[in-house]
């Protein structure tokens, strides 16, 4: 078997890198955090002329028609770079609409997503209920949608969300209609907006009842969001190294200090970890579709916890700089624990592994 990138997969790699890097700096992310919209639509289109709005569109709707191989890679450069880009929250939707969009609304919105010409976000948390992809107090009472979903990211930027409601269905919202309404919530991480939004009387087209392949677009999603905090956890981890080298204490570099080294190394453990993980379970989507779910959870527990780990450790290396204002590792410290909590949190998809296990 061949566990390394094939040569589209390193020319994807290598491109975002470069792309992110330059259009991300430290200045533009913290910038950025503190605006309210939270992106550009210059680099909006940069992003959509790079076709990754369209990576998981089937090629007759004018996408890429690539695998969850490929959005890991390009997740996990976005977490590296910590780009504020509502371009997670869009590929998340256009997955369930992929999965499960009757003809008519493929045909309406696949091309339109995948040029980037509109941007979707999915709404699944209750004002009143936890985390379930299975189950919601949405009501839809002929065409009309009735509720309050909390946590919506990038709601505000969004021309339609997919709305989860009970027993397993899902219902495509415009939010231009006149019982949509969007609210700015305080997130703990600035660099991806959050909003609440209100449905009161909205008209919702329910997409079509196909648990499986619903299944499947989660459990990409979840995926998606592990390699994410892997690009936030190998970035932290080589801020915590660069200044073990440079800080001295004692006229030695901090890092020679096992007490210091030893935590890096155990950072690097759980870095690629992580990243093992995530790629098997990008891989399983594409290949192996009967271990998807389980690879999947598998991945998100072990890179929500340590996406936060290690970002807690670099903070700790880094010392009283670490926790000012000033530094930017608080930023890299907020979008892993956001990440952590989204789409379930590691005990939840810790849980799933055992009951699919059969433990």
């Not at 955090?33 to 007759?60: M, Y």
């Not at 709707?61 to 880009?85: D, K, M, N, Q, S």
């Not at 009501?139 to 009309?144: K, L, Q, V």
């Not at 008209?203 to 677009?217: D, M, R």
Request: hydrophobic share 45%.
């Amino acid at each position: 078997m061949n566990f390394d990138f094939t040569d589209d997969q390193r020319a994807i790699k290598r491109t975002a890198r470069d792309f992110l890097s330059a259009r991300y700096p430290a200045a533009t992310v913290r910038a950025l955090a503190e605006d309210d919209r939270g992106f550009t639509d210059s680099q909006w289109q940069e992003i959509a002329g790079l076709g990754w709005t369209g990576l998981v569109v089937p090629e007759e709707f004018g996408g890429l028609g690539l695998g969850a191989v490929e959005l890991v890679v390009i997740c996990e450069e976005l977490g590296y770079a910590l780009a504020p880009t509502p371009f997670f929250s869009s590929v998340a939707a256009t997955l369930l609409l992929v999965a499960a969009g009757t003809a008519e609304q493929r045909g309406r919105w696949l091309e339109r997503l995948a040029s980037g010409e509109v941007r979707g976000t999915i709404a699944l948390w209750d004002e009143h209920a936890g985390w379930s992809p299975d189950h919601s107090e949405v009501e839809a009472s002929g065409g009309a949608l009735s509720a309050t979903k909390i946590a919506v990211p990038d709601a505000a930027a969004a021309d339609l969300l997919v709305v989860a409601g009970a027993d397993g269905r899902h219902y495509l919202v415009e939010t231009d209609d006149p019982g949509v309404e969007v609210v700015s919530e305080l997130a703990l991480d600035p660099t991806r907006k959050l909003y609440a939004v209100t449905f009161d009387g909205a008209v919702a087209e329910p997409l079509a009842l196909e648990p499986a392949a619903i299944g499947h677009a989660y459990h990409t999603i979840v995926t998606a969001l592990a390699a994410e905090s892997v690009g936030v956890a190998q970035r932290a981890m080589e801020m915590a190294v660069a200044y073990a080298k440079e800080r001295k204490q004692f006229d030695r570099p901090i890092g020679a200090y096992q007490a210091v080294s030893h935590r890096c190394a155990q950072m690097l453990l759980e870095v690629e970890g992580a990243r093992s993980l995530a790629y098997w379970a990008g891989w399983a989507l594409d290949h192996e579709p009967d271990a998807a779910a389980r690879a999947a959870s598998m991945a998100k527990a072990y890179a929500s916890d340590a996406g936060f780990r290690v970002t807690a450790s670099s903070l700790q290396v880094h010392g009283g700089i670490g926790f000012t204002w000033e530094h930017d590792l608080h930023f890299f410290l907020k979008r892993a624990t956001a990440n952590a909590h989204a789409f379930g949190d590691a005990r939840w998809h810790r849980e799933r592994v055992a009951e699919l296990s059969g433990v």
